[in-house]
């Protein structure tokens, strides 16, 4: 869902400022920064990626510099700082899991969708972007789609799978 307020401007809607505000109950009211991994994450959701316009509105709910906002979002690999697919697929290459085929199953994907790291298919339904260790090695490959759902033991038939599911 896009939520446009100003001309050509990213605002936080009135779901998002409400699930951030459940978020900064949880912490002294001195220590608002403390939910900004989470207002990031609904910012995302509502509008699919953080243009710098839409963390700076964060930061100033928040009454933190922007800078400490941008800091965040450019640190983890979950925000998306520009345009993705309709599905983000993340795949672990770190090397226990590029040891047991999460490089092989990030080679087949970017076959299968005709697309290299961090590009969308033609058809804007998927992107692909390489992470870092998500703590299920032994479950390798694994991948996360949306930041939201992982998936283990990924083989080339499942991979089909996943992504016939997805379309």
């Not at 959701?45 to 800078?67: C, K």
């Not at 990030?106 to 590009?119: C, H, I």
């Not at 033609?122 to 972007?129: E, R």
Request: hydrophobic share 45%; charged share 20%; net charge negative.
């Amino acid at each position: 869902m896009w939520i446009i307020g100003r001309e050509n401007s990213f605002v936080l809607s009135t779901e998002a400022k409400s699930k951030i505000d459940r978020e900064l109950a949880k912490f002294p009211a001195d220590q608002k920064q403390s939910a900004v991994m989470a207002a990031l994450a609904f910012a995302q959701d509502e509008h699919g990626w953080l243009p710098t316009e839409l963390m700076d509105e964060v930061a100033q709910y928040l009454g933190m510099p922007s800078i400490a906002v941008y800091e965040v979002a450019t640190f983890y690999n979950m925000y998306n700082l520009k345009p993705m697919g309709k599905h983000k697929i993340t795949v672990c290459t770190n090397l226990p899991c590029a040891l047991s085929g999460g490089v092989d199953a990030a080679d087949y994907l970017k076959a299968k969708l005709g697309v290299d790291w961090k590009e969308i298919t033609a058809d804007g339904n998927f992107s692909l972007v390489e992470g870092e260790c998500m703590g299920a090695c032994a479950d390798a490959p694994v991948l996360l789609v949306n930041n939201k759902r992982m998936c283990s033991f990924m083989s080339n038939t499942k991979l089909d799978q996943l992504i016939a599911e997805l379309k």
